[in-house]
């Protein structure tokens, strides 16, 4: 369902009806308070999974009080991937400063259900038009980012990112792992994060015998022949990920959580307030998430 207040139940209805409700022979359902979902239209009393009821959903208006139903969906959605009645799970957006005024105590999504499924770190991938990206800080503020870079930090993230596109995506990876700092450092001339850090770790990745790139300028590393030489980039920060990703892939870019023992993608895009409950909300990306989320579960439960 993600936030009642955002466009997540609009284009959950939406994809589910411009699908007929069923990706290849599975069908889909729709998890949350079913008045929000009945709000976007007329649905099929068996395609809910009715959860706890928002205090209130008013579009574009957030409430910290809908926490407890926001959650419960999310809940009840990993429960029914980790028993057997669902092969993976397609999360709405959800409102990350709405949820923190309620008292949630996790940063998004991701962090929440690596905490539901007992994972030990998840890892956020983002996927459209032929790039994959991978933040390897995600939602701090950028004055903290050069502290939050550690070889270690590197090395496990990359071992996530590879283990999950051998096993979820068929393929033995090349991973791209950019610089921080403009031009990769210039070998020490602009910060020492690449000589000092980043380079041990991908020498070290290379000893375990994966095929890593880098330190790569961040700025050369995403142009059409540069992409055509890895299968998936290590970005340093949030921004340096996702304007790539966002500007190749706006309307139909995909969120994979990579370390869970579910299967979770969700559309690459907000809960975008302004234009809840008008009927403008694109549900491409939705879409796309919802078949990404079911290639997955294929490539891992057969």
């Known amino acids: 369902m993600g936030d009642p207040a955002g466009v997540g139940p609009e284009v959950a ?4 009806k411009a699908l007929s409700g069923k990706i290849g022979t599975h069908p889909l359902r729709l998890v949350g308070d079913a008045d929000v ?6 649905i099929p009393d068996d395609a809910l999974i009715a959860t706890a009821r928002a205090a209130s959903h008013r579009p574009g208006h957030t409430d910290p009080a809908n926490a407890p139903a926001i959650l419960a969906a999310i809940e ?3 429960r029914a991937a980790q028993d ?12 990350k400063a709405s949820l923190l005024k309620s008292g949630f105590q996790f940063a998004g999504h991701t962090e929440y259900l690596a ?3 007992g994972a030990p770190r998840a890892v956020m991938m983002l996927v459209g038009a032929g790039l ?5 800080t995600v939602h701090i503020p950028y004055v903290d980012v050069p502290a939050t870079i550690t070889k270690a930090a590197i090395i496990e993230t990359s071992n996530i990112i590879i283990e999950a596109m051998q096993t979820d995506f068929g393929m033995t990876p ?10 990769a450092g210039e070998d020490g001339a602009i910060g020492r994060e690449e000589k000092e850090i980043i380079a041990p770790a991908i020498a070290e990745l290379r000893t375990q015998g994966h095929t890593v790139y880098g330190p790569l300028p961040p700025d050369t590393m995403f142009h059409e022949e540069a992409r055509s030489r890895y299968d998936v980039a290590l970005c340093m920060y949030h921004d340096q990920a996702l304007i790539p990703l966002k500007t ?16 979770r993608t969700s559309p690459d895009h907000g809960t975008a307030l302004d234009i809840a409950g008008k009927k403008m909300a694109d549900p491409r990306s939705m879409i796309a998430a919802i078949k990404l989320a079911a290639e997955i579960a294929d490539a891992r439960y057969g």
Request: aromatic share 6%.
């Open 13 to 16: 209805i939406a994809a589910y």
């Open 37 to 42: 979902f009945r709000a976007q239209g007329e």
């Open 76 to 78: 009840e959605a990993v």
């Open 84 to 95: 057997g009645r669902a092969a993976a799970i397609v999360t709405a957006p959800v409102h």
């Open 115 to 117: 905490h539901l499924t």
């Open 132 to 136: 994959r990206v991978v933040p390897l």
């Open 174 to 183: 090349h991973l791209a792992v950019a610089g921080l700092n403009p031009h």
């Open 248 to 263: 190749l892939a706006f309307w139909d870019g995909v969120n994979v959580t990579l370390g869970l023992p579910i299967v």
